[in-house]
């Protein structure tokens, strides 16, 4: 049986990298797209590792023309893809009168704009091939964050967004739903400690102390949930947001 293709965006690191390796596990090929295909080669060792084919893209989320050439590679090499992750994100925190418009622009390009591209031109793929699983990552950030105007307005965007898609794309049999984590240990948690100047270790002490199941997150958190999202038989759960936070949100 050939297994279904999955792509996944910002997959070269962190939850992404994660969350490539578990639909490989799941029984996907995988394409893992981020911003240099070097970026991708772990990742990918990492979905050969379960017996599936693997496939590393580099390609800009947020440019149009990158997008509609990956998602043709993909097509080409792999196969038309049944599941899209769209993981990719970045962050430029300032409190709002020191946020410039380069830092607003940049955040909103790469989480919302590329989220809007990305679906934008699986969804004719997805609905030739009967049907599709769209993934998005939001985050806990979308209810407000101080200093994260721009991210959380794009992640609050990427809700709507989202279940726009499973609007548009019920009729089609593509499913579009949202994973929304708090706090996730990865690179992108520690530069934050960084730019703030806390030991890492202090802001896992802090954050800890805002779930209630007295723990932070892995990446393997998240990718449970897009596990499960993505699922072929997942055909009845549609336009959902789903915090993966350890405590209860929104
Ligand atoms: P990460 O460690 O910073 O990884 C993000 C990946 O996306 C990196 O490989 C990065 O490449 C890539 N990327 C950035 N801009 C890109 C672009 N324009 N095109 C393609 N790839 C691009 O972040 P993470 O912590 O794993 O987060 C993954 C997702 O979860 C993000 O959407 C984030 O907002 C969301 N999230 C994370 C947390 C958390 O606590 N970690 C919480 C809530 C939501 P480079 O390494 O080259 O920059």
Redesign the pocket.
Known sequence: MTRPVAIV?????????TIAARLAEDGHDVAV????ED?CQESCAAVKAHGARALAIA?????EVAVERAVRQVSETLAPPFVLV??????RDRTVTKMSLEDWNAVI???LK?VFLTSRTCFPYMMKGGGGRIVN?????ALGTFGEAN?SAA?AGVIGLTKTLALEGGRHAITANVV??????????R?VADRNGLEFEGLVEQMKRETCVGRV?R?ED?AQAVSFFADRRSSYTTGQLLFVAGAPRG
Request: hydrophobic fraction near 40%.
């Open positions: 965006t910002g997959g070269g690191r962190g939850i992404g990298a797209l981020d911003l240099s970026a390609a800009d989320v947020s440019d769209n993981n990719a994100g970045i962050l390009n790469v989480n590329s990552l939001s985050s806990t950030a991210y992640k929304a984590p708090g706090f996730v240990v990865t690179e992108m948690t530069a997150g990446p998240v």
